[in-house]
């Protein structure tokens, strides 16, 4: 190999470690609010929001906080030591996912006048 590949792969991995140790910051971020609305929605009563409502926005928060954490850190450490195992891991939730969200958004312009009387 020569020092342009070594050079290339190198800087694809810092980006990738970076960018992954930021989308697990934020993970946990998330999951941090989401705990706190939970412990908390008596307190946030002030809010012109029903409790329940409140307690599902908080159980949604904690699990998307959650993966975005468990997929931003298999990612981080994957890059960090070229385990093949984490990115291949990593490599199916972001596909599994993107999958997912190609699948709502189908299901949502299938159903969208459902959608935005809902809404």
Aim: with cysteine; hydrophobic share 55%.
């Amino acid at each position: 190999m020569n020092s342009v590949q070594v050079c290339c792969g190198e800087f694809i991995r810092i980006i990738l470690f970076v960018l992954n140790f930021i989308f697990w910051a934020a993970g946990g971020v998330i999951l941090g609010v989401g705990i706190y609305v939970k412990v908390s929605v008596d307190q946030l009563s002030k809010i012109d929001v029903s409790h329940d409502t409140l307690q599902t926005s908080a159980l949604f928060l904690i699990v998307l906080g959650c993966v975005v954490f468990v997929v931003g850190l298999l990612g981080c450490c994957g890059s960090l030591t070229q385990n093949r195992c984490m990115l291949l891991l990593y490599f199916t939730l972001v596909t599994l996912i993107f999958l997912g969200e190609i699948a709502l958004a189908i299901a949502v312009y299938a159903n969208k006048n459902s959608v935005t009387t809902s809404i």
